[in-house]
Every structure is written in structure tokens, then in C-alpha cells.
């Protein structure tokens, strides 16, 4: 579903959220290692620090970048094509998957790369169902999914982050197609 003329709140606030964190960090450098995901955070109860490492950028000015420039066009482009909730929950959860992942495979560091898969993720389902010749509409959402059980096989804390905006992706379009149906039914008995 496009839906034009929707103001991007979801992306531009978590755009300047993400980049006023990334500015803090370099004028309060003690931020991101308080921040960040490590192992001790559990048995300390900093369990708010799986939400807080999505805030900081560990690997420097290179992540700042790539995530944010990330952030802005995956996020652009599932706000355009879905629901504010669908792109919280897309963000909001495929970040905690891949930090809940980088407790196990990757115990310390930090950034909203997972998060962003999240939503790229999200974005390759919509790809796939657009209604369109192009072969990149096939290409790129297959290349999407087997990037993901890769990185997940190779315990890199992005592959479950992609899955689960994938799977999140399916299953919305899953439940699109089911309505769709019911209404056509609806529609064929009662002569709409």
C-alpha cells in the first residue's frame, strides 16, 4: 500500500535521535561504553541496554555514516509503504533480535545496523509482492533472504535481524492477501 503525502516522523525522528547520540558520544566519551551491549548488562540487570546500544555507534565515524545513510533509505522507504506500528516493530525488533544475537555471538559493541535490517527486511517483502516487470523486484528480495540464513548460519548478529523483518514482511503480506480474499468473497455473493 503507497501511501503519499505521509509526513516520515518515524524516520526523521530516528534519523536526529541516532545522530544527536552519535554527536554525544564524541563529547561524552565515557556514553558508549555505558551504552553499549556487553555480557555483564545481564547479570547487573542493565537489561535497558539492549535498547540503549541501538542509540550508540561503536566502530566510529564509518558507522555513523553507513548506518545513518542506511537508516534514511530504508526507512524513507517502508514508511512510504507501510504502517507507522509496521516500521516500529520492524526497527524496534529486529534491534533487540540482533542484540538478544550479539549477547552470543558478538558480546560487545553497539549501532543500529540491526535495527536498520529490520526494516530492509520489511522493505524486500514489499519488493517482492510490487506489481512490476522488473527482474530487480525478484532479484533483490531472494538475494535479501539468503543473505540472512547466511549471516545467521555464520552467528553474524544481522542475519536474524533480516529474518525477522522478512518473516514480519510475510506475514503482513500474508494477512493482506487473506483480507483480500475474504472481501472478494464478500464481494462475488452480495453483488460488489
Given at each position: 500500500?503507497?501511501?503519499?503525502?505521509?509526513?516520515?516522523?518515524?524516520?526523521?525522528?530516528?534519523?536526529?535521535?541516532?545522530?544527536?547520540?552519535?554527536?554525544?558520544?564524541?563529547?561524552?566519551?565515557?556514553?558508549?561504553?555505558?551504552f553499549?551491549r556487553?555480557?555483564?548488562?545481564?547479570?547487573?540487570?542493565?537489561?535497558?541496554?539492549?535498547?540503549?546500544?541501538?542509540?550508540?555507534?561503536?566502530?566510529?565515524?564509518?558507522?555513523?555514516?553507513?548506518?545513518?545513510?542506511?537508516?534514511?533509505?530504508?526507512?524513507?522507504?517502508?514508511?512510504?509503504h507501510?504502517?507507522?506500528?509496521?516500521?516500529?516493530?520492524?526497527?524496534?525488533?529486529?534491534?533487540?533480535?540482533?542484540e538478544?544475537?550479539g549477547?552470543?555471538?558478538?558480546?560487545v559493541?553497539?549501532?543500529?545496523?540491526?535495527?536498520?535490517?529490520?526494516?530492509?527486511g520489511?522493505?524486500?517483502?514489499?519488493?517482492?509482492?510490487?506489481?512490476?516487470?522488473?527482474?530487480?523486484?525478484?532479484?533483490?528480495?531472494?538475494?535479501?533472504?539468503?543473505?540472512?540464513?547466511?549471516?545467521?548460519?555464520?552467528?553474524?548478529?544481522?542475519?536474524?535481524?533480516?529474518?525477522?523483518?522478512?518473516?514480519?514482511?510475510?506475514?503482513?503480506?500474508?494477512?493482506?492477501?487473506?483480507?483480500?480474499?475474504?472481501n472478494?468473497?464478500?464481494?462475488?455473493?452480495?453483488?460488489?
Amino acid at each position: 500500500m503507497r501511501r503519499p503525502g505521509i509526513f516520515p516522523w518515524m524516520t526523521l525522528g530516528t534519523f536526529a535521535a541516532t545522530a544527536v547520540f552519535a554527536a554525544l558520544q564524541y563529547a561524552v566519551p565515557e556514553l558508549a561504553p555505558a551504552f553499549q551491549r556487553e555480557p555483564s548488562m545481564l547479570s547487573e540487570g542493565e537489561i535497558w541496554r539492549f535498547i540503549t546500544a541501538l542509540l550508540v555507534q561503536v566502530d566510529g565515524l564509518g558507522q555513523i555514516a553507513l548506518n545513518l545513510v542506511a537508516l534514511m533509505v530504508a526507512g524513507l522507504y517502508v514508511e512510504r509503504h507501510y504502517s507507522r506500528f509496521l516500521w516500529a516493530l520492524a526497527y524496534v525488533g529486529g534491534g533487540l533480535i540482533g542484540e538478544t544475537a550479539g549477547i552470543f555471538w558478538e558480546p560487545v559493541g553497539g549501532g543500529n545496523s540491526v535495527a536498520v535490517l529490520g526494516l530492509v527486511g520489511l522493505g524486500l517483502v514489499h519488493l517482492w509482492r510490487a506489481a512490476s516487470p522488473m527482474p530487480a523486484r525478484r532479484f533483490w528480495p531472494i538475494i535479501g533472504s539468503m543473505l540472512a540464513v547466511w549471516l545467521t548460519a555464520i552467528h553474524n548478529i544481522h542475519g536474524p535481524s533480516l529474518l525477522f523483518g522478512l518473516i514480519l514482511g510475510a506475514g503482513q503480506y500474508r494477512r493482506t492477501a487473506q483480507d483480500k480474499g475474504s472481501n472478494d468473497r464478500f464481494s462475488s455473493r452480495h453483488g460488489g
